[in-house]
């Protein structure tokens, strides 16, 4: 690490992956970089695969500083759209009908029985109806 009396920002190299990211400090030693300087560390962060500590680790930031960074750019980061819904229409060919029993009761709902087997169902439905609530 290179320290200046002066107030002139200093390019800090404390490890080597780090010299490879655009980051620079003040005299008091702390990290500053620029929006584009972000973006670019942001990317090389995505495309690292690396856990934000590992990353922060590796690159000499303070991790407090990088995730920050990181939280900041999620936050901001368009969202992607999704894909649309697509609805089809589904046409049914109909059935042969049967003989059945249809029922129109007073609130106008409909009733309809297909299967002799359902009588006794909707004769338990129908004295169930009856009583008052």
């Given at each position: 690490?290179?320290?200046?009396?002066?107030?002139?920002?200093?390019?800090?190299?404390?490890?080597?992956?780090?010299?490879?990211?655009?980051?620079?400090?003040?005299?008091?030693?702390?990290?500053?970089?620029?929006?584009?300087?972000r973006?670019?560390?942001?990317?090389?962060?995505?495309?690292?695969?690396?856990?934000?500590?590992?990353?922060?680790?590796?690159?000499?930031?303070?991790?407090s500083?990088?995730?920050?960074?990181?939280?900041?750019?999620?936050?901001?980061?368009?969202?992607?759209?999704?894909?649309?819904?697509?609805?089809?229409?589904?046409i049914?060919?109909?059935?042969?009908?049967?003989?059945?029993?249809?029922?129109?009761?007073?609130?106008?709902?409909?009733?309809?029985?297909?299967?002799?087997?359902?009588?006794?169902?909707?004769?338990?439905?129908?004295?169930?109806?009856?009583?008052?609530?």
């Amino acid at each position: 690490m290179i320290s200046t009396s002066g107030s002139d920002p200093v390019v800090v190299a404390p490890a080597a992956v780090i010299s490879k990211l655009p980051v620079t400090a003040d005299t008091k030693g702390r990290v500053r970089a620029s929006k584009e300087q972000r973006r670019v560390i942001l990317a090389k962060f995505e495309q690292s695969g690396m856990s934000a500590a590992q990353f922060a680790q590796r690159t000499g930031l303070k991790y407090s500083t990088f995730a920050a960074w990181v939280q900041r750019y999620r936050r901001t980061k368009r969202p992607e759209p999704k894909p649309a819904v697509r609805l089809l229409e589904a046409i049914v060919a109909p059935t042969a009908t049967t003989a059945g029993l249809l029922m129109h009761l007073p609130n106008g709902a409909r009733l309809e029985i297909s299967d002799a087997s359902q009588i006794p169902l909707v004769a338990a439905l129908v004295r169930a109806l009856e009583k008052p609530c």
